[in-house]
């Protein structure tokens, strides 16, 4: 009974890093390119400022070229936390945007549907307001009637997007909130940024 529960959920989450993958690809096809444009003008602007640092330094005693040396290497650190900030924004945005209410009810409605075949416990879903009150008008019933088990929907103010759920009444759950997928998107996508921005 373990292995198929876990045959399943690796299969959702194949399904589910599947789907991840390609809104990833397109969004780090996004970042990249934006990562590209700001790199090249924090080339153009390091460069600059690296060429009037050099004239000044010439001019200064040795310790005032360490201080400038420093400054330029403490500005190219912030420029890549600068970057490293604005595609955790992008992709948060992207996610957000792509955990619409309609998505949120047919990934719902797929996991449901795949892992009550194999439990027997209450399930319990954890998301935002709004898309609780939509599904609870139109999906819950529908998938009660279909599973034949109790699904109950829980409000959950510090769920943006996304939801969780629970096929254990509540003891364990599994994340798909917009914060766990941006996160998940940005692990994968943050050491790619790091080598072109190096």
Not at 84 to 109: C, F, G, N, P, Y
Not at 166 to 181: I, N, R, W
Request: hydrophobic share 40%; charged share 40%.
């Amino acid at each position: 009974m373990a292995e198929e529960l876990k045959a399943l959920i690796e299969k959702i989450q194949a399904d589910g890093v599947k789907k991840a993958e390609e809104k990833a690809k397109k969004i780090e096809e996004e970042a990249f390119a934006k990562a590209k444009e700001i790199l090249e003008k924090a080339e153009e602007k390091a460069k600059d400022l690296i060429e009037r640092s050099e004239s000044k330094i010439a001019k200064m005693e040795a310790s005032s070229r360490d201080s400038l040396r420093q400054a330029g290497r403490d500005l190219i650190l912030s420029l890549r936390k600068e970057i490293q900030a604005m595609l955790e924004r992008l992709i948060a945005s992207h996610v957000r945007k792509a955990l619409s209410t309609d998505e949120v009810s047919k990934i719902i409605h797929s996991i449901v549907k795949e892992c009550t075949q194999k439990e027997k416990k209450d399930i319990i879903i954890s998301l935002r307001k709004e898309d609780a009150k939509r599904l609870e008008e139109g999906l819950l019933n529908e998938l009660r009637e279909e599973v034949k088990k109790g699904i109950t929907l829980v409000p959950a103010e510090e769920i943006r997007g996304g939801f969780t759920i629970s096929f254990d009444s509540g003891k364990s759950h599994y994340d798909f909130t917009d914060e766990a997928l941006a996160d998940y998107i940005a692990l994968y996508i943050k050491p790619r940024l790091a080598d072109i921005i190096k």
